[in-house]
């Protein structure tokens, strides 16, 4: 097996023992459920919770950079007055998050 190939497998088995023990914070049944839905069939559980896994990451990351952008704006506010050590997330910030990740809700009511 060439050097590369043997990287890849080595990797791949390192990820399949680290999600093992780990329980995503999308679950899995809400993956499998959509999946579903959507007309797909996922027999294999570990691609599930791959999916999963990878829901979170990305969640975390947009939510990541929602909370910097809020506090770029709060710290802005806290120049003109007082501020809080609170930090309250809004809507609009949250879709301006998504729509850097590629994700646009403008449709949304709510916006």
């Known amino acids: 097996m060439a050097k590369g190939a043997e990287d890849w497998v080595r990797e791949a088995r390192e990820v399949k023992d680290a999600m093992r023990d780990h329980s995503p914070a999308v679950p899995v049944e809400l993956v499998e459920y959509y999946a579903k839905k959507q007309g797909l069939s996922i027999k294999d559980p570990h691609v599930a919770k791959l999916i999963a896994v990878s829901a979170e990451e990305f969640l975390g990351r947009v939510l990541r950079d929602a909370f910097e952008m809020t506090e770029k ?3 802005a ?3 003109d007055g007082p501020g809080g050590q609170e930090v309250t ?5 949250l879709a301006k998050a998504l729509r850097d990740a590629g994700i646009n809700i403008s449709g949304n009511q709510y916006l």
């Open 73 to 75: 704006m709060d710290e």
């Open 77 to 79: 506010k806290e120049k």
């Open 89 to 93: 997330l809004h809507l609009d910030v």
